[in-house]
């Protein structure tokens, strides 16, 4: 079955991560959300697995916090790329919403 197109909205009230593509069936490879970060709040510390990440910065500012402590500032109209097997975390640096999108897809 070949996915369709589809227009999702990115924002929900009171959400702090909402889920814009799952995978099969709704793309091929591709994993999607968008999420929102109060001034101080983080993701919590994660690992990509067997997956590359993309974020998408809309809105605010904030660090990526990779392994081994290495930080990359988050700003608007920025993209981060994340490899496969890396443990990163997001934190809210800034004093407003951080707003962005991940993109995840399978890279095994």
Known sequence: MKPEQKAIKVYIRGKNIIKLLGGPPESVLMRSGAVFLKPGQTVGKHNTEDNEELLIVLEGEGSLILSENRQ????VDTVQYIPPDTEHN???TGSSILRYIYVTAKTK
Request: charged share 15%; net charge negative.
């Open 90 to 92: 997001v934190i809210n």
């Open 72 to 75: 990359q500032e988050m700003q």
